[in-house]
């Protein structure tokens, strides 16, 4: 689906949209390292997450948190993000290139992930969450 | 202003017991009509949200750079009772000990002509910037729980400054209180290779010249004159600090079912003071503001031989004025009521502001009060202010930290090209380096409130006085 940022003065609002929770979850992966790195390319680098929490949103939370995390220590950029969500498990595999200063310092850090505002809702067929990065 | 705030001084505002469901006591906070323009009613909320938490002392207070932030506003200030109140990483943030140092050189304008690129290029080179940025130096892991514990001083005790320094620095550059035990291994895999590091966003270093002096007699006693070159770090924690912030945050949510909190905002989880899952996270925070102090002792350090590279000066002709945080909370004593009160004070994008004679400041600063640091945006004026007695009385001894933001980074980039304004800048004498054009904008003069007008209130509602205002010269950013 999708993710557009929105107006926030201090740090980094996103709309994050998806089909189904997976996605919505990939999305948000997506957009996090948008903010980040800028364009990325699937370059054979692939990492596995798995994780458990007491609801969607810390799922959510500790998902992203954890990219940062691997990012951070790993210098790697990841662009493609598949999830699959059980309830409240989650088991992703990304994809991504190692950091490359030339194509990827151009961004801005994301210091952490707000539970601020953050409620996944479902508007018709579509699942929603708004994050703001703090950056 | 927004219904149902009162004003209750020329620059002071009150939001009323009510205003959100559950607040313990009222809100206050302090803007001018100009400022109250741009004033968000979100963050008006988030400032009145803080006051239903347990404990809370007084008020939840903001300061004049209040705007929309998570968990408590930026510029928001809050004292809990140290027997009875919570601890929470969201009047922190996930940046702990993000803060600024000032530094003097015996340089002037007239001897930087010239050279002013060959300093920032000297800058540049040794400093690590923006996304990505990876430290020289080689700290292993028992080294990593020393810089948590003793902050500035672990550098200084390598050689990266002077026992000058560490008196010049807030809690002398290291709080008490660190527990490496509640920093996780992964919060230290990141701390090891990141020490030394500016980061990226605002964090900046910046060359500087002293263009006006406001406050003589304080200027004399913090040792700065009219046209003196001087240098501003502005940095935190790195991704030790957000890791810490992150890992706590998660921790005392799923704790608060078993303090039976009910918070407006789960950002604002928290827990007793008195309580493993508080001690922990203030033991960890402590750790994460020291490595801090000894970061930005390092970038000074680095620094310093920048400027001796490129003048013939002196190692200890550059003096450290101060570092102050404003990303922290702290256990401090305050007047409550007549009373002497142990209270733990929580600064999010708030400076310490402490008055004459206060404990906790410099001996040779006592006369004035702390020297307080507000950076202004890139390209516009940066202040040296003093801290003052009604800042005691008022705002648990705080003020602002900044001029805070008036425009999304995404509105700022869609108005403003990176390009362009390095080369506007440049017409206007200030030199600006970053790995990437792209960054600049984001972080335009335009995307702030002016610092002046921030300053000017603070002065005038007496939380601070203004001291020097500085000019920029030359930045280098993330």
């Known amino acids: 689906m999708s993710f557009e940022e929105l107006e926030h003065t201090a740090d980094v609002l996103m709309r994050i949209r998806g089909a189904t929770l997976s996605e919505l979850f990939s999305e948000a992966g997506r957009a996090m390292f948008h903010v980040m790195y800028g364009p990325c390319e699937d370059r054979g680098i692939v990492r596995q997450i798995a994780l458990e929490a007491e609801d969607l949103e810390s799922l959510l939370v500790d998902y992203l948190s954890e990219l940062l995390f691997i990012a951070d220590t790993e210098n790697l950029v990841f662009c493609t993000f598949d999830v699959d969500l059980q309830g409240n498990q989650l088991s992703a595999v990304v994809r991504g290139e190692p950091f490359d200063p030339e194509r990827h310092a151009g961004g801005t850090l994301i210091k952490g992930i707000s539970y601020f505002g953050l409620e996944i809702v479902k508007e018709k067929d579509v699942y929603v969450v708004d994050i703001i990065f703090d950056i | 202003m927004f219904e149902g705030i009162n004003k209750v001084g020329d620059f002071e505002w009150e939001v009323p017991i009510g205003y959100v469901p559950d607040m313990r006591v009222p809100g206050r906070f302090f803007l001018s009509q100009a400022l109250a323009e741009t004033l968000e009613e979100g963050a008006v909320h988030q400032l009145a949200n803080v006051a239903t938490l347990p404990g809370i002392v007084k008020y939840s207070l903001a300061m004049p750079d209040i705007h929309w932030g998570y968990g408590f506003p930026i510029g928001g200030v809050a004292a809990f009772d140290r027997a009875t109140g919570v601890v929470s990483p969201g009047g922190v943030g996930f940046d702990i000990n993000c803060g600024v140092r000032l530094i003097t050189t015996p340089l002037t304008e007239a001897d930087l002509a010239g050279k002013k690129r060959e300093l920032i290029e000297a800058l540049f080179s040794v400093v690590p910037t923006g996304v990505g940025a990876k430290s020289t130096l080689r700290v292993s892991n028992s080294e990593l729980t020393d810089v948590m514990v003793t902050g500035a001083r672990w550098a200084v005790e390598r050689g990266l400054g002077t026992q000058r320094d560490l008196v010049r620095c807030e809690e002398e550059g290291a709080m008490p209180g660190a527990d490496p035990e509640a920093v996780s291994a992964k919060a230290r895999q990141r701390g ?177 009060g702390q020297p307080v640091l507000i950076p202004g945006s890139m390209g516009t004026s940066s202040y040296l202010l003093h801290g003052t007695e009604a800042a005691m009385q008022k705002t648990w001894g705080s003020t602002c930290h900044g001029a805070g933001r008036v425009l999304s980074r995404s509105k700022a980039k869609r108005t403003v090209h990176g390009k362009e304004l390095r080369e506007q800048l440049a017409k206007e004498g200030i030199l600006v380096r970053a790995h990437h054009d792209s960054v600049l904008a984001e972080e335009a003069p335009e995307a702030y409130k002016p610092s002046h007008e ?22 280098i950013k993330g």
């Open chain 2, 454 to 475: 921030v300053v000017r209130v603070v002065h005038e509602a007496g939380l601070s006085g203004t001291v020097a205002r500085l000019e920029p010269l030359g930045v």
């Open chain 2, 192 to 368: 090891v290779p990141q020490l030394g590091t500016l980061g990226s966003g605002n964090h900046f270093l910046e060359i500087q010249v002293a263009r006006e002096i406001v406050d003589p007699e304080a200027a004399r006693v913090f040792g700065i004159t009219e046209g003196q070159i001087c240098f501003m770090v502005h940095c935190g924690s790195r991704g030790l600090g957000h890791q810490v912030a992150t890992d706590h945050l998660r921790v005392l949510e799923k704790a608060l079912r078993k303090y039976q909190i009910q918070l407006p905002d789960r950002q604002l989880a928290c827990a007793p003071i008195d309580s493993p899952e508080g001690r922990a996270y203030y033991g960890g925070m402590a750790c994460a503001a020291n490595y801090a102090w000894a970061n930005r002792q390092v970038i000074m350090h680095e620094a310093r031989k920048a400027f001796m590279q490129v003048f013939d000066i002196d190692y200890d002709e550059m003096r450290l004025i101060y570092d102050v945080a404003h990303n922290v909370a702290k256990f401090e004593r305050h007047d409550v009521n007549g009373v002497s009160m142990e209270v733990c004070v929580h600064r999010k994008g708030a400076t310490r502001a402490f008055g004459p004679g206060a404990p906790g400041i410099p001996r040779e600063y006592a006369a004035v």
